[in-house]
């Protein structure tokens, strides 16, 4: 990357600059390979924060069905993790993992599981038993979120299915094109058909699969571990023994490990990285938040692979303006990215997201990939219950990890006095609510949006991989009034 003149001496973050447009020699955007290169299998550089609002199991299966990664939070029990990456390798790679619920369900029930948005529903069956694999035969049909919407909140699910329900056998999915020609020819015969099918394997449900899902199949590479399944990562603190909980994260599955502290270039956090890295599990160990060169330099000699870097930049954290400290997350990337380079190691930019231009941003300075919190927790996917408010708009609550919130339930097991002197330091917003975008109300639906945002920036740098962008990317500098310019006009004059 360079800049369009000197090097800018004041530190700048993402609505600071822009990406000057070059000649290309790449014909089309989905000739452009967003891969990461860092040691993970992602094909996506895109990463969900370890928050306890953002990643769960459900949200890290989808995410990296698409490519990316997710991090469960440090938080999360050993036994709980354990389970979660248990579920995660448990789910479905080339179809969606099925959301059932019993006929005798109301609509209520299934609209507190999927938003009312085009693409999601729920299978119905007699009886199903949860965590167990269904009988083909027990299947009942889908319902579309759009159908549920349209009807009481009690009615019973079982009453809304006409007709028997679409089945298509796994076996005849093979080809990615051929299956989304299936799901249409089984989705299109009337107005209330579902807009899913159901996928069977040896007379056992093994998931669904709508007509958008059938085409990100053809646009997506799943990340996987050695043995096909999806990938998963975990994330430990630096306080008790981060090399045990390391060793049973890694015995569990997970795929990477993320040693995480506010300050991550702090003593403790280099004696915790030492003591995971001695283990030598084979996985890239993950280790910040930093924002400077040094100390990518001493996380690294202490074992890590990728540093995360951000300190201040979060939607949830108060940081900066609680400590002064910080450092503009452009820059912050920018430095630190070369620092790691320079050491084969690489980093992950992390926080501050809000627009898909910010997540180009960071991977022209030099970032191997992306973590977004905020962002995903407002999506049907993340861990939370999904809400209404007054006005009938879906949300769902997110929070700061080192928020007064998050402080009570990580040292709820300490004596008061001792949980009183952890709660003195909160840097981080206990409740805010994070509406779904009723046009982007998955996951998914929010990297469809990213991604083909990243496809354009690199086509319009003339790169056709992360490696090239990292390369080509040309910046410059803006006032807010040239960032406004940028923005759409959302009413009218
Ligand atoms: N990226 C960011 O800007 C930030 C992220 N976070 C996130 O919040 C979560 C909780 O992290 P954290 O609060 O570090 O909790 P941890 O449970 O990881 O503990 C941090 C340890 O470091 C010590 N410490 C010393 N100086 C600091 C400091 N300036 N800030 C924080 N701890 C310090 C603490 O001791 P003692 O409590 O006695 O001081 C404690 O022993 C993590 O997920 C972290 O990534 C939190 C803040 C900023
Ligand atoms: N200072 C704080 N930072 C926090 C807190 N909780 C999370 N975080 C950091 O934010 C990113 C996610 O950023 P977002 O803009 O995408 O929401 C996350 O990965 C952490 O590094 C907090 O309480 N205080
Ligand atoms: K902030």
């Known amino acids: ?8 001496t004041v530190d700048l973050t993402y609505s600071d600059v822009f990406l000057v447009p070059r000649r290309s020699e790449v014909r089309s955007r989905l000739d452009v390979t967003l891969s990461p290169g860092d040691g993970t299998s992602a094909t996506l550089p895109l990463v969900a924060s370890n928050m306890n609002s953002v990643t769960g199991p459900r949200l890290a299966a989808v995410l990296a069905r698409r490519g990316g990664i997710a991090v469960l939070p440090q938080d999360m029990a050993i036994d709980e993790m354990e389970r979660a990456i248990r579920w995660v390798k448990d789910q479905p790679v080339a179809f969606d993992t099925p959301l059932v619920l019993a006929s005798t369900a109301t609509a209520a029930d299934a609209l507190r599981l999927i938003p009312r948005a085009e693409g999601q529903s729920v299978v119905v069956a007699d009886q199903p038993v949860p965590g167990e694999k269904l009988d083909a035969r027990a299947v009942k049909g889908v319902l579309s979120a759009s159908r549920l919407a349209s009807v009481p909140d009690d009615a019973r699910l079982g009453d809304l299915l006409h007709g028997a329900p679409a ?87 997970a795929n990477a490990l993320v040693v995480d502290t506010a300050h991550g270039h702090q003593g403790g956090m280099l004696r915790a990285l030492a003591a995971v890295a001695d283990l030598s599990l084979g996985l890239p160990i993950v280790a910040g938040n930093i924002v400077t060169a040094d100390g990518v330099r001493d996380l690294v000699a202490a074992g890590a ?144 949006m990213i991604t083909s945002g990243l496809r354009s920036s690199f086509t319009y740098a003339g790169a056709d991989s992360l490696q090239e962008f990292h390369l080509r990317a040309h910046v410059g500098l803006q006032s807010a009034a040239g960032y406004e310019e940028g923005k759409a006009l959302p009413v009218s004059w």
């Not at 209330?192 to 159901?198: I, K, M, N, R």
């Not at 993340?382 to 007064?404: H, I, V, Y």
Request: with cysteine; glycine share 10%; net charge negative.
């Open 1 to 8: 990357m360079d800049f369009i003149g000197a090097m800018p």
């Open 167 to 253: 089945l298509i056998e796994a076996t005849e999915l093979t080809d990615s094109r051929a299956a989304f020609d299936l799901v249409v020819a089984a989705t299109n015969d009337d107005a209330d058909a579902a807009e899913s099918v159901c996928v069977v394997e040896n007379g056992v449900l093994v998931g669904v699969l709508s007509r958008r899902s059938a085409l990100r199949r053809t646009i997506y590479a799943p990340a996987l571990d050695s043995d096909g399944r999806l990938i998963v990562a975990a994330a430990v603190g630096i306080n008790g023994d981060a090399a045990a909980k390391a060793r049973a994260l890694a015995a569990a599955g």
């Open 305 to 448: 692979s990728i540093l995360k870097v951000g300190v201040g930049p979060g939607a949830m954290c108060t940081t900066r303006m609680m400590t002064a400290v910080g450092r503009p997350q452009f820059s912050a990337v920018l430095e630190t990215a070369q620092a790691a380079r320079e050491l084969g190691a690489h980093v992950w930019a992390d926080g501050g997201v809000r627009y898909p231009r910010d997540v180009a941003l960071a991977l022209a300075a030099g970032a191997s990939s992306v973590m977004i919190g905020s962002w995903f927790a407002g999506t049907a996917e993340s861990p939370g219950e999904l809400r209404t408010d007054e006005n009938g708009r879906q949300f769902k609550e997110s929070w700061g990890m080192a928020s007064t919130k998050a402080v009570q339930g990580r040292f709820g097991g300490l004596d008061p006095y001792e949980r009183a002197r952890k709660e003195l330091f909160a840097e981080g917003i206990s409740s805010s609510k994070i509406y779904l975008d009723p046009q982007r109300p998955s996951v998914e639906d929010l990297v469809d």
